[in-house]
């Protein structure tokens, strides 16, 4: 499951705003400001919706390999 961290680099990656993650994710904007701000903990189904989106959009996500979580583009 992606992090906040991940979430606001692979927007930044694939060049979306937060308005673009919560149309092709369904998501409220103000749920994905406050989960990428940290002020918001999400449950597993929609942190699944915002990974699926922005993997979607072209985003893979790192999973912790002894260097760190990450994001990089496909």
Do not use: H
Request: glycine share 6%; charged share 30%; with cysteine.
């Amino acid at each position: 499951m992606i992090s906040a961290a991940q979430c606001r680099a692979a927007r930044a990656l694939i060049e979306w705003s937060r308005e673009q993650l919560s149309e092709a994710s369904g998501m409220d904007v103000d749920a994905i400001r406050d989960f990428e701000y940290r002020t918001r903990q999400l449950a597993d189904e929609p942190r699944q919706k915002l990974q699926e989106a922005l993997e979607q959009a072209g985003a893979v996500f790192l999973a912790e390999n002894g260097a760190g979580e990450g994001v990089r583009l496909k």
